[in-house]
Antibody
Framework: EVQLVESGGALVQPGGSLRLSCTASGFTFSDYEMNWVRQPPGKGPEWLSFITMSGRITYYADSVKGRFTISRANAENSMYLQMNNLRVEDTAVYYC?????????????WGQGTLVTVSS | EIVMTQSPATLSVSPGERATLSCRASQSLGSNLAWYQQKPGQAPRLLIYDASTRATGIPARFSGSGSGTEFTLTISSLQSEDFAVYYCQQYNNWSTFGQGTRLEIK
């Protein structure tokens, strides 16, 4: 059974940094492209970032480009999201999700999410 | 950016009845459209992809149709566990989601 567990969410001040982790189990992690998706309170989801199986190629939504960095460690079955220069509007539940059915931004399996709150 | 517009915002339907949810894209997607279900406190769950293909384990009462800019999710004979928020998502050009339709018990 595919399992994704996010961690690292916290309360942080505007301008601060945070690193989220996603730990995978139940499948061959290195065979899957991965994504980060967030969902602000009461709103729809928003795709943030994509990473290929090897980790060599990454893409970002304009809203986080230059501030967030996605990475992965296949030997540890883990993916990360380094978030810098956080803004109040970055407040959301952050999910990691697998790319499904051979399509990069079709989100097949999701973790339970981790809450990031940006506030002074 | 492709804008996804869902209607209605809230849909009230009785158990056992049919529900029809709509999604419109600001530009043509071909068939690169998915539907997700989300219950309170849970992550979204993939229901339909490629506009009309059910994801693994999704019951046959869920069906999707449409192409281009107009899409529909139909749930025949609503069960109690189907009352939730539904999102459409385009993946033709990266990804954007609609604002959601809340399906509530009438």
């Amino acid at each position: 059974e595919v399992q994704l567990v996010e961690s690292g969410g916290a309360l942080v001040q505007p301008g601060g940094s945070l690193r989220l982790s996603c730990t995978a189990s139940g499948f061959t992690f290195s065979d899957y492209e991965m994504n980060w998706v967030r969902q602000p309170p009461g709103k729809g989801p928003e795709w943030l970032s994509f990473i290929t199986m090897s980790g060599r190629i990454t893409y970002y939504a304009d809203s986080v480009k230059g501030r967030f960095t996605i990475s992965r460690a296949n030997a540890e079955n883990s993916m990360y999201l380094q978030m810098n220069n956080l803004r109040v509007e970055d407040t959301a539940v952050y999910y990691c999700a697998t790319s499904g059915y051979g399509t990069g931004t079709l989100f097949d399996s999701w973790g339970q999410g981790t809450l990031v709150t940006v506030s002074s | 950016e492709i804008v996804m517009t869902q209607s209605p915002a809230t849909l009230s339907v009785s158990p056992g009845e049919r529900a029809t949810l709509s999604c419109r894209a600001s530009q043509s997607l071909g068939s690169n459209l998915a539907w997700y279900q989300q219950k309170p406190g849970q992550a979204p769950r993939l229901l339909i992809y490629d506009a009309s293909t059910r994801a693994t384990g999704i019951p046959a009462r869920f069906s999707g149709s449409g192409s281009g800019t107009e899409f529909t999710l139909t749930i025949s004979s609503l069960q109690s566990e189907d009352f939730a928020v539904y999102y459409c998502q385009q993946y033709n050009n990266w990804s954007t989601f609609g604002q959601g339709t809340r399906l509530e018990i009438k």
